[in-house]
């Protein structure tokens, strides 16, 4: 082989090997949006970013099976929901939907309030929330290499979940993102004890965008 040539050939062949490698990473192309499992529970990591920036932790549970979900916040400063009924307070705010209704309470205050119903567009997060949703490809997501989709909804949603089905972040433009820590998922029976009001009382309406037709949706 030509002297000039054989080190070209060399580079081409680390080339191609690493083409090979990188597309080895990759996993097989969805053919249909995922349908979230009818019951986990995840710890996650949440920022956002409105006049300026917030970041708290909390863990969600997810019980489709009976019609009902639960997210802790350690600070609801930053939500959309939390933070309006409580504005610029460092507080945590838990945000529960059963029986076809979401309510907020804040074990700080011992407060609890009534958001809105299913209908009005407070219910649980649908399993096929994605249904419809465009399909952008993979990337890596906190060291992981990810699905990505996107949701049309009050704003854009991105969507992103491991090749093995597992969620990973929500990022909810241009405001809020939620990264699922994967370590902590779980799909197992949830104790129904969690689901359960606190002892104050939770009639009276939540102030805040919960009393805001039309500002409603993932949160």
């Known amino acids: ?33 995922p349908e979230w499992p009818a019951n986990f529970q995840v710890e996650f990591h949440e920022a956002a970013w409105y006049f300026f920036s917030i970041t708290t932790t909390g863990k969600m549970y997810y019980d489709a099976a009976h019609n009902r979900s639960r997210t802790d916040r350690v600070d609801g400063k930053g939500n959309r929901y939390c933070g309006t009924i409580y504005p ?18 804040f074990p700080e205050h011992k407060y609890c309030c009534s958001c809105c119903s299913a209908e009005a567009g407070c219910g649980i997060l649908r399993r096929d929330w994605l249904h419809g949703a465009q399909y952008l490809g993979q990337e890596e997501v906190e060291g992981q290499m990810c699905n990505k989709w996107k949701q049309a909804g009050l704003q854009n949603n991105y969507f992103w979940e491991t090749l093995d089905g597992v969620p990973l972040q929500i990022y909810m433009e241009p405001n809020e993102k939620i990264t699922f820590r994967t370590e902590t998922y779980a799909e197992e029976e949830i104790n129904a004890s969690l689901f359960e009001l606190p002892p104050w009382g939770c009639e009276k309406a939540c102030t805040g965008l919960c009393s805001v037709p039309g500002a409603r949706g993932i949160s």
């Open 88 to 105: 610029l307070r460092n507080t945590a705010c838990t945000q529960l939907v059963v029986d076809g209704m979401r309510y907020i309470f």
């Open 1 to 33: 082989m030509n002297a000039v040539l054989a080190p070209m050939a060399v580079v081409v062949l680390l080339l191609l090997l690493q083409v090979v490698c990188c597309v080895g990473q990759l996993g097989p192309t969805p053919l249909f949006p």
